[in-house]
């Protein structure tokens, strides 16, 4: 599944962008993705990996069976640097075993 790359960030934060993991009631974890510029139409770099490609990048929190928020961050400033604003969200779960995994646009019940 192509990950977010049909969409640009919001003007005002093109300057950089990358994918950060998130609980499920909202706290952030981590980065998980390159910092990436050219942000304006579209994504561009990792952010138009799969999902199955930045799980292999590494740094990720998710837990086998276990579901988290993996969301846009987009930035003013280059470098990952400036205000953000988050965009995009996806539901990540991964299987029993964790080889396989599910996205969701919206939380699992």
Do not use: D, H, R
């Amino acid at each position: 599944m192509p990950a977010w790359s049909s969409s640009a960030c919001p003007s005002g934060f093109q300057g950089s962008a990358e994918v950060g993991e998130y609980t499920l009631a909202g706290s952030f974890l981590s980065n998980i993705s390159n910092v990436v510029a050219a942000v304006g139409s579209p994504f561009s770099g990792q952010l138009q990996g799969s999902v199955g490609a930045l799980l292999k990048f590494g740094g990720v929190s998710v837990s086998t069976g276990g579901t988290l928020k993996w969301m846009v961050g987009c930035y003013s400033g280059v470098g990952g640097t400036g205000a953000q604003k988050l965009v995009q969200s996806v539901y990540v779960t991964l299987a029993a075993g964790g080889s396989t995994y599910n996205t969701n646009p919206t939380p699992p019940a």
